[in-house]
């Protein structure tokens, strides 16, 4: 019996697309490039701002701001941040973000517990008024928060004006009741997609209310609490409203009021503007980079729930 072995055809020289290959859409081209564009138009003001605070001003007024540089330096930063005094500024606006974030933190994830865990009665309309509030126009409470912090005394360690008024507590105190509701809102939704089973068990245990919230339900949170607290910290850092309105004393003013130090009456260096302007952006981009990883996590957590 003759075996008749013939050999094996030798593969394709050309590209075979297989069920494991991938095909590039048009598109899916297109969205990237519509991103890629989007995000250069974001960048491109921090990006000048960054090439202008390396050059003179009088290069610049010379051959135009999108000229090739001549002359790159640091010099700009240093004489920013002793001109403007920004080193106090910088320590106002820690006083303020930081308190107001913990605060804030603090009473939506209690509030967003109770609504979503504890099974309290009205706690859809309790959740539909936190939500409501942040469709209240700011500039609508200036006036009469003004006349009630100029009327709520405080003692003197708390405000060296012996009221509300002209201190940090003015500034966190709006700054919480305006944010909190936007933070009830996402966490009540993140707690949503927790296992109830988890409490469930620690009831049949015996732990109470605080022990259900502060040592199981928190620690699950953790991801939406980092992405929170870094939008939190950025727009309590980047107010500029509230402290002008509130602050009379120009020495507890924020790092964001710090910038018009940097301007002249009669004429401004936007060379030097630029670089106070980078070196204010910095800590909220410190902030970010730091929490980038649950930043992220917390927007796409529970994402494919179900």
């Known amino acids: 019996m003759i075996t008749d072995i013939r050999p094996a055809p030798a593969p394709a020289t050309g590209t075979v697309s297989g069920p494991g290959t991938r095909r590039v859409r048009p598109g899916r081209l297109g969205l990237?490039?519509?991103?890629?564009?989007?995000?250069?138009?974001?960048?491109?003001?921090?990006?000048?701002?960054?090439?202008?605070?390396?050059?003179?001003?009088?290069?610049?007024?010379?051959?135009g701001y999108f000229s090739l540089p001549r002359h790159l330096s640091f010099d700009y930063y240093k004489q920013a941040f002793t001109d403007s005094g920004m080193g106090k500024y910088f320590l106002n606006s820690i006083l303020i973000a930081v308190p107001g974030v913990l605060l804030?933190?603090?009473?939506?994830?209690?509030?967003?517990?109770?609504?979503?865990?504890?099974?309290?009665?009205g706690g859809l309309v309790l959740l539909m008024v936190f939500t409501a509030g942040n469709l209240l126009p700011q500039q609508v409470i200036v006036t009469p928060l003004y006349v009630l912090f100029t009327k709520i005394e405080l003692p003197y360690w708390m405000s060296d004006s012996m009221t509300m008024y002209d201190s940090y507590w003015a500034v966190i105190a709006v700054?919480?009741?305006?944010?909190?509701?936007?933070?009830?809102f996402v966490l009540a939704n993140f707690m949503r997609t927790l296992p109830i089973e988890i409490i469930e068990a620690a009831v049949v245990d015996g732990a109470g209310v605080w022990t259900r919230y502060w040592r199981i339900t928190l620690p699950?949170?953790?991801?939406?609490?980092?992405?929170l607290a870094t939008l939190q910290f950025t727009w309590m850092y980047n107010d500029f409203l509230w402290a002008l309105v509130f602050i009379s004393d120009g020495d507890k003013l924020p790092v964001t009021s710090a910038l018009n130090n940097l301007r002249g009456q009669f004429f401004t260096d936007y060379n030097l503007l630029a670089a106070g302007s980078v070196l204010v952006a910095l800590p909220t981009v410190l902030v970010f980079l730091l929490l980038q990883r649950h930043f992220i996590a917390g927007l796409t957590l529970g994402a494919n729930k179900g």
Do not use: I, N
Request: with cysteine; aromatic share 14%.
């Open 175 to 184: 700054q919480v009741a305006f944010q909190v509701g936007f933070c009830v």
């Open 104 to 121: 804030t933190l603090f009473l939506a994830s209690f509030v967003a517990f109770s609504v979503t865990r504890l099974k309290m009665r």
């Open 220 to 227: 699950l949170c953790r991801p939406a609490l980092a992405a």
């Open 32 to 63: 990237h490039a519509f991103l890629m564009t989007v995000s250069l138009a974001f960048l491109a003001p921090l990006l000048l701002a960054v090439y202008a605070s390396l050059r003179p001003y009088e290069e610049t007024a010379k051959y």
